[in-house]
């Protein structure tokens, strides 16, 4: 088949920019074929663009015959353009079709492709991931993945308004920053070196200069675990802030969650009714639980947690019942949490960590941070970790290291409870966990 060039072919509208109000004026549309759909003496092809689709009507007496063996040989995913007549009509649900004058075919498909593009006939999740970059053409996953966007845009513009630094740590580090999370190991000249499992480190020291930052971006962690919530390589979106305590970052937080509804349910209202989701915006303060409270909740409804202990998986989601949507869980037990999470001064077995919860799934831990460099070594102890490992982390306390707290939010997470999708690897577009490492 003939592949043609694109020359002097550019595009003047998105498919979805096609309305009835253009009826007769003539443009140039690039995209994919969808569907094809013939009826004899003539022939429908939906064609796709990111944003949409539009009907192409080729009525076989009309057209020229270039244009007529050109979409006969059209097939699914084909490549193409198209330069034609926008006609108003009453038979497309859109109200509009293209008459074209002249199609380009750029490129072909396979004629077996690995599963069902329009997503009317559901291939199961490990399929559509293996044939991933297909799978994201389908309109249910360009939707999700244009909501995490305009998710991701709204934090940041939030961030910048409230004065934070974008900042960018090191991946390649040389010991752990998470004590519970495994660290991947690499090689590094003729030493070892780890993927960095968070800029926690970074970021506290980042507030002595620069005060208050934020990063966004792509953090490790060797999770043996393999659940619908937890990735290999996942996207932290990450702020610290200098003189702050955890209620300041809390509140910061719960306000940056409710923008980012509001955003995300104005902008993609398209998206969301492609999702069939229905986005509430959440009322700010979130509800407030200390661990204690927690635990008395869960023994109301019959689930008995020892103080001190964690709480498993399923009491999470008996928990995630009784507060169906955003709670904060409070005053953690000291030992539970992070060497770096300020005990409570009235009470030390307490801490001010604490995690945003949206039902069962933790979307953001932060806290207090130690700002004192005895009471950090003293806690890397107990943790049981070195503290000479942690020695040039440690240094820098004798430089004026502030009060200071933050947080750190899972995207992929966020995108979850954004787009109402239930395993994380539908809002990853390459995700990485136990047992895949491709495409
Ligand atoms: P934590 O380990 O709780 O805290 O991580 C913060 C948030 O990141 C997300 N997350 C994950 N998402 C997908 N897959 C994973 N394996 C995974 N691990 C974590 C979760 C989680 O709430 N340094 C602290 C944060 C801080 O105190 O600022 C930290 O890393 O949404």
Not at 72 to 80: E, H, T
Not at 333 to 346: E, N, V
Request: glycine residues 6%; charged residues 30%.
């Amino acid at each position: 088949m003939k592949i043609d060039s694109i020359g002097n072919w550019r595009r003047t509208h998105h498919t979805v920019d096609v309305k009835p109000e253009l009826d007769g004026q003539e443009v140039t549309l690039f995209g994919w074929v969808q569907e094809i759909r013939d009826l004899g003496g003539i022939r429908f092809i939906i064609l796709q663009d990111r944003e949409g689709t539009v009907q192409i009507t080729v009525p076989r007496k009309k057209v020229s015959g270039e244009v007529l063996s050109k979409s006969d040989a059209l097939q699914k995913r084909f490549s193409i353009g198209v330069k034609g007549t926008v006609q108003k009509t009453e038979i497309t649900p859109r109200g509009v079709e293209v008459i074209p004058k002249e199609i380009k075919i750029f490129s072909t498909a396979s004629p077996q492709l690995p599963m069902d593009i329009t997503g009317k006939v559901p291939a199961n999740l490990e399929v559509r991931l293996d044939a991933r970059a297909l799978d994201l053409c389908r309109e249910e996953n360009i939707a999700v993945f244009k909501i995490q966007h305009a998710a991701v845009e709204a934090i940041r513009s939030f961030l910048f308004e409230k004065g934070f630094i974008e900042v960018h740590t090191p991946r390649i580090i040389a010991s752990a920053t998470e004590g519970g999370a495994a660290l991947f190991p690499v090689n590094y000249f003729e030493t070892k070196a780890f993927l960095a499992q968070s800029p926690q480190l970074y970021k506290e020291q980042l507030v002595m200069s620069l005060e208050k930052v934020f990063e966004i971006g792509p953090f490790f962690r060797a999770e043996e675990s393999h659940t619908r919530r937890h990735l290999s390589e996942f996207v932290s979106i990450d702020i610290e802030q200098a003189f702050a305590t955890a209620e300041d970052v809390m509140q910061l937080l719960e306000q940056l969650m409710q923008h980012a509804c509001k955003v995300v349910k104005e902008k993609c209202r398209r998206e969301l009714a492609t999702l069939k989701h229905r986005l509430e915006v959440p009322e700010v303060p979130f509800k407030r639980l200390t661990y204690t409270k927690v635990l008395e909740d869960l023994k109301n409804e019959g689930v008995e947690i020892p103080w001190g202990e964690d709480i498993p998986t399923p009491a999470f989601r008996t928990l995630g019942k009784v507060h169906p949507y955003f709670y904060f869980i409070t005053d953690w037990p000291t030992h539970s949490k992070a060497f770096y999470i300020k005990p409570r001064d009235d009470n030390p077995e307490l801490c001010e960590g604490f995690d945003l919860m949206w039902r069962w799934i933790e979307l953001s831990s932060g806290g207090t941070r130690i700002a004192s460099k005895e009471l950090l070594i003293e806690r890397l102890k107990e943790k049981g970790l070195n503290p000479e490992s942690f020695k040039h982390h440690l240094q820098t306390f004798d430089y004026g290291m502030p009060p200071h707290a933050g947080w750190a939010i899972g995207l992929e997470r966020l995108t979850m409870m954004l787009t109402g999708k239930r395993n994380i690897r539908e809002v990853t577009l390459y995700p990485r966990d136990r047992f895949r490492l491709t495409p």
